[in-house]
């Protein structure tokens, strides 16, 4: 058994999916406004009494924007060379799409947004909320990362993603709507990125007579 490589119909599919979630979310938020639902999500989340801030602060610096260059040293010295450059792909495309969408939408902060808003720690209480670049990135690399794993350890870059969105609107930092919007466009950086450099796939070779 080796291992080759392929470009797969799903990411094409995490590219569609994403982008169509993602207008959905800009229908909601472009008025920068806050909807009902919406803010009952928010308010839910944000007002978790349990004392989670140092957690939630440590745990989104995994969504910051020096893990993608983290990934890619780390690709390197296990020689994913592919792996390396998809996490490289993924972070400019981070970047292109995050400013590409603040000037389709402007929305502030829950601190402005939302009237019973807790912000903890060093969180920002001003500037562009829509969307969430942590998510963004961490769902990308996600997305990426995925194939490259066995067994249970597929679902832990997943666990990650799910971390950084709940601590982004735990600390105050962005609603859901810009969560889920981060989250659509990671799906298509982590499926474009996967199809212009492909992915791992175990090729079984017939025995030779």
Request: include cysteine.
């Amino acid at each position: 058994m080796s291992e080759g490589f392929e470009r797969r119909r799903v990411d094409a599919v995490a590219i569609v999916a994403g982008g169509l979630v993602f207008a959905i979310c800009v229908v909601f938020a472009r008025n920068g406004r806050v909807g009902g639902v919406e803010r009952a999500v928010f308010e839910a989340i944000n007002g978790v009494t349990a004392p989670l801030e140092q957690v939630g602060n440590a745990v989104q610096y995994l969504g910051t924007l020096a893990i993608g260059p983290l990934v890619v040293v780390v690709a390197l010295v296990l020689r994913r060379w592919r792996l390396a450059a998809a996490a490289a792909l993924i972070t400019v495309l981070k970047l292109l799409l995050e400013r590409g969408v603040w000037k389709l939408v402007y929305r502030e902060r829950p601190a402005i947004t939302e009237p019973t808003a807790v912000v903890r720690g060093s969180t920002a209480t001003t500037g562009a909320s829509f969307v969430s670049g942590h998510v963004i990135l961490s769902t990308g690399l996600a997305w990426a990362i995925t194939p490259y794993l066995r067994g249970w350890w597929r679902v832990a870059p997943w666990v990650v993603v799910g971390l950084i969105a709940f601590a982004r609107i735990y600390l105050g930092a962005h609603n859901p709507l810009d969560v889920v919007g981060g989250l659509a466009l990671g799906f298509v950086a982590g499926g474009a990125a996967n199809l212009v450099v492909g992915v791992p796939v175990r090729v079984v070779r017939a025995p030779e007579p």
